[in-house]
């Protein structure tokens, strides 16, 4: 069994999924595929800081480099810790473990499963586009956009494979969206930021866009999958100010991954199409 699926039917053992659940998980980036996926979850991985010592009392993945160089993944269970499954106990014995995981939630407040967030009905309105040249760059706002599937908005930075947090791998990077009752929340907590200030590509009124985790979605006439939450980072307040990345947790708006071609307009309708 390659890596690949060694950390795809831990995960699935851990989380008691039906085997073939975890979809996409490659053998170069299997550890952040993964967490890609289960960020879908209201769920991620958490590194243990020295696997080789670590007691938990409960599921984490451990990774054995075995004496090949080649690597596995096993469950491990336990205060102390060993492989759960009675197979692992060979690799586990003959190889080194070298790094462990921890699935712990985004928000423990909410559920775990597809559509974690909840299953938002209704509709909403796209109020303002924006994309940026280059990373860092200032925001320009648009009318209209064409729009790419699995690139994102024309001439973004992202769509081109150049922002800040861009990798050619991970999901959820071709369009990100933020809710403009989010912004005014914030200005009434006492921190004014601009929707072109938020460097989220798409504005929107009227839905609730966490809501959407896990959910299929047309913008206009345009499919799209909302892959996971835009979740607010240092980054962010650094080139903003102070209190932004407190004020923005859990709505900071939504990753999304565009399914087809089309043109963005402001005016548009967003509205849920179901897990």
């Known amino acids: 069994m390659s890596f690949a699926s060694e950390v795809s039917s831990s995960i699935e053992r851990i989380l008691e999924l039906e085997p073939g659940t975890l979809r996409g998980i490659t053998e170069q980036r299997a550890v ?15 590194p243990v800081a020295d696997a080789t010592t670590f007691a938990w009392a409960g599921h984490w993945l451990g990774v ?9 993944a096993l469950v491990m269970f336990g205060s102390p810790s060993g492989p759960l499954e009675p197979a692992d106990d060979a690799i586990f014995t003959t190889g080194t473990l070298i790094a462990g995981y921890v699935i712990a939630p985004l928000n423990i ?4 499963h597809a559509g974690a967030y909840g299953e938002t009905t209704g ?13 860092e760059a200032p925001c320009l706002a648009h009318d ?9 908005l024309e001439g973004d930075r992202y769509a081109m494979n150049s922002g800040t947090f861009s990798h050619p791998d991970r999901s959820g990077q071709d369009l ?7 912004l005014a929340a914030l200005a009434e907590s006492g921190i004014e930021l601009s929707a072109a200030e938020a460097r989220r590509n798409l504005v929107t009124e009227g839905i609730d866009l966490e809501g959407l985790v896990g959910q299929r979605l047309m913008i206009g006439s345009v499919e799209c999958f ?9 980054h962010l307040q650094r080139i903003t100010r ?34």
């Open 144 to 152: 209209r956009c064409r729009v790419f599937a699995k690139r994102g």
């Open 109 to 112: 407040h909410l559920p775990h």
């Open 123 to 135: 509709s909403g309105i796209v109020t303002a586009i924006f994309t940026a040249p280059a990373k």
């Open 226 to 234: 909302a892959s996971r939450l835009a979740e607010p980072c240092a």
């Open 242 to 275: 102070s209190g932004v990345l407190r004020g923005l947790v859990h709505r900071g708006g939504i990753r999304v991954d565009v399914l087809t071609d089309g043109e963005f307009v402001v005016g548009d309708q967003v509205r849920p199409l179901g897990p």
């Open 64 to 72: 054995v480099e075995r004496t090949d160089a080649s690597r596995s």
């Open 32 to 46: 952040a595929d993964a967490g890609e996926w289960l960020s879908g979850r209201n769920l991620g991985l958490v």
């Open 176 to 182: 990100t969206l933020i809710a403009a009752e989010s």
